[in-house]
């Protein structure tokens, strides 16, 4: 655990520095769009974030081989990890390809079915080399079910990435949103997998999946600084397509290297987790992403065609401010990641039934379910409140008119202007006094 805490922190330093440096790189030479009809924020700001979070992420595989190398006793379990060093290629290429395509498009705004053919290719990459999902725990403790070919597991594998990729994208629309969401569920997963490795292979707790999610969680810590409400800099599409990326990667490399077989019959349950753990970690984007998808196509329009109806602008357009709606969805992913980890670790380290943990993701969902609601009610209240002053009311022209005081008489002596007064005086103004005014690169409201 103390290896992976310090990968992290690495993570998390390096890509601090490098957002703090790409920040002030994009405004010294305007690298920043227009800002759009559906964007929240008000004034243009950088995109470019996920170069920084990129180089977070090679900088913290890269302190990894170096630590593997040093034949360091306590850390040579970690040598696996690097047994086959293609797959931790394929990954950083495929995470390179992927934030070249997503820049690209935050600076120049590539067509969608540029974007996804790049997707695919990064996706294929990754799938190319081994890391894809080898078997599901359904059936166990028989052994699972092995998915049927090496080319049905490829494509399963490329549209999972693919998928998940989009659905972290999706929900890119409010400073620290992906950041933080990301933070929560990398975090969640990286100790389920660290525990169930631990019950699998009780003398190596070092794996590939672990270790994509310990970067991830480093990334998004050091990034979410300069994200936060506030946000000084985006991570724009290079940087949510990214993230997204190595988590769908982290999820499928546990099917690769966790035996279902090896799990007792009292542990079928826990069996399971591989399959519901990532999609508890990403039911918000994974629910934005679904319901953006039906929203356009019923409208005849592209699955990817942007608009603001996503379940962030809902939550805006509901009354919640810009914090609160991005807090609203931590707390469901919280809740859901979670409860889901604590279905596992309660039966299995505690001897604790599972049934606890669904109490817990019921009353957290009954919680922020009142929560999400919450401005509805109060809007309600307020329109109740406004037609019942409307109605009950007493006009009260009359009797304004009749307290109105007298007119009183004026002093003669003030009806000359005082000839040394300047107030007094029509005087011509002064031309050199020039009123306050934005800057000429600047909007009146101090957006740029």
């Not at 992420?57 to 170096?66: E, R, S």
């Amino acid at each position: 655990m103390t290896l992976f805490v310090l990968l992290a922190l690495v993570t998390a330093v390096v890509t601090f520095a490098g957002s703090v440096v790409v920040w002030k790189l994009s405004l010294k030479y305007r690298l920043y769009p227009k800002i759009r009809e559906r964007d929240v924020h008000t004034r243009p700001t950088p995109r470019l974030g996920g170069i920084a979070m990129f180089l977070g992420v090679l900088v913290g595989f890269a302190a990894a081989a170096w630590i593997s190398s040093l034949g360091i006793a306590r850390f040579a379990n970690l040598q696996i990890v690097f047994q086959d060093p293609f797959q931790v290629l394929a990954i950083l290429l495929a995470a390179g390809l992927i934030v070249a395509i997503g820049v690209a498009d935050d600076i120049w705004d590539l067509d969608w079915l540029t974007k996804l053919a790049g997707q695919f290719i990064a996706a294929g990459v990754i799938a190319w080399q081994g890391v894809s999902i080898v078997s599901l725990p359904i059936g166990a403790p028989d052994g699972g079910i092995t998915v049927g070919s090496s080319w049905m597991s490829a494509l399963v594998t490329v549209f999972t990435i693919v998928l998940v990729m989009n659905a972290i994208n999706f929900i890119d629309g409010l400073d620290g949103l992906v950041a933080g969401v990301a933070l929560i569920s990398s975090g969640v997963f990286f100790l389920y997998s660290y525990l169930l490795v631990q019950q699998t292979s009780p003398t190596n707790y070092f794996n590939l999946a672990s270790l994509l999610a310990v970067v991830v969680v480093g990334a998004c810590a050091g990034f979410l600084p300069l994200n936060w409400h506030r946000a000084k800099l985006f991570m724009g599409d290079a940087g949510a397509l990214l993230v997204g990326l190595l988590m769908a990667t982290s999820a499928i490399a546990v099917t690769g290297q966790v035996d279902p077989s090896q799990l007792g019959t009292d542990e079928l349950f826990p069996a399971f987790i591989p399959i519901i753990i990532p999609f508890a970690v990403l039911l918000i984007p994974l629910l934005d992403f679904g319901l953006a998808v039906v929203r356009r196509l019923r409208a005849g329009k592209s699955p990817f065609a942007a608009d603001r109806k996503h379940l962030h602008h809902r939550l805006l357009d509901m009354g919640h401010s810009h914090l609160h709606a991005v807090l609203i969805f931590y707390g469901w992913t919280a809740v859901a990641s979670f409860g889901c980890l604590l279905a596992f670790v309660l039966p299995v380290y505690f001897g604790v039934d599972s049934g606890w943990a669904f109490l817990f993701i019921g009353v957290g969902f009954v919680v922020l379910a009142a929560l999400t609601l919450a401005p509805l009610g109060r809007r309600k209240r307020q329109t109740v409140a406004a037609e019942a002053d409307a109605a009950g009311a007493p006009s009260t022209a009359g009797l304004d008119e009749l307290a109105a005081p007298e007119p009183q008489p004026v002093p003669a002596t003030t009806l000359a202007p005082d000839p040394h007064s300047v107030a007094g005086s029509r005087a011509e103004p002064d031309p050199s006094h020039v009123p306050d005014r934005p800057d000429p690169g600047e909007h009146p409201t101090g957006a740029r």
